[in-house]
């Protein structure tokens, strides 16, 4: 069969005896959150119809204000998640704790957590600019048949098992490794089928687009802002493009296919970055790497840092590896 041609059911049959998803459950997790993809895409495609549109009233953790879509996408996720008893506990960037989920016989046989955030880039919703939903999944380090524990999430992102992002664009699209590269799947509406439509992603090795909001350059620190006039600078290949949407997974998407650096940066006003580790970093890094790319936070491979809260925020640099060299080259100049 053309490997085009191959549907997300098929390619997780085919990879379930190749990867050694030894039970099965990962498969399953794959397949639910695919399902929760299609019913969420269904609402973020008719947001601008229905009164779900602007803020739920409500404001998150993290003190922003919770958008309608945002809960929906994040309800549809857990509820899709907990029904089909495949995780023992998930954190979404919606809830200000982890969720516990006790199997029906509460044994808490089930080995996965997953880290969501259910609708990314959301304040985009309101005029029509594509979102996403990124997610993140560890094996437990708990005893499997204990309650799962704060512990179970705070791991380093090297110990992912899976991650991904589904970006509700011109078309919506789910792209996810488990750790044998990336493979990105279009959604067809009409049957409402994932088919195989990029396999193998990879970050062109450097590129000519960098993705920043400069609208924060005053605050950043020396080495950002030098290689932002190094992006800019009329020399060799350069200038480079800046395309910026505010949407973190329909820049990174750009960015792979076409080459590029994402960068959030800690600045004078965000010390951390704004760019949370575990639901937005942690997946994004897993996926860079393993599409050639870089992901890195100043000093350090983002995928080393060991968490030390749920909701921590990371300043955040990712893309094209020679991209990401040359920014470390003008951080070091400062560090
Ligand atoms: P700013 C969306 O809120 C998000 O988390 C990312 O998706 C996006 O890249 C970034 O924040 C945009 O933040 O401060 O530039 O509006």
Known sequence: ??????????????NQAAFQYSSGELSKLINAIRLAAKVVNHEVN???????LGTAGEMNIQGENQQKLDVLA????????KNREIVCGIASEEEDDF???????EK???????????LDGSTNIDVNVSVGTIF???????PVGTPVTLEDFLQPGKNQVAAGYIIYGTSTMLVYTTGHGVNGFTLNPAIG?????????QFPESGKIYSVNEGNYIHFHQGVKDYIKYCQKEEGDRPYTSRYIGSLVSDFHRNMIKGGIYMYPKSSITENGKLRLLYECNPMAFLAEQANGLAIGGRSRILDVKPE???????????????VEKLQEFLQKYQ
């Open 193 to 201: 089928t994932f088919y195989l439509s990029h396999p193998d992603m």
């Open 1 to 14: 069969m053309n490997k085009k041609n191959k549907t997300l059911g098929e390619f997780i049959i085919e």
């Open 74 to 81: 994040n309800e549809k996720f857990i509820q899709t998640l």
């Open 136 to 142: 993140s999944v560890y094996r437990r380090i708990t």
């Open 46 to 52: 008719k947001a601008g119809l229905v009164d779900i």
């Open 99 to 105: 969720i516990s989920i006790n199997s029906n016989d």
């Open 108 to 118: 808490h046989r089930n080995k996965y957590v997953v880290l969501i955030d259910p």
């Open 309 to 323: 809260e749920l909701h921590q925020r990371i300043p955040f640099f990712c893309g094209s590896r020679k991209m």
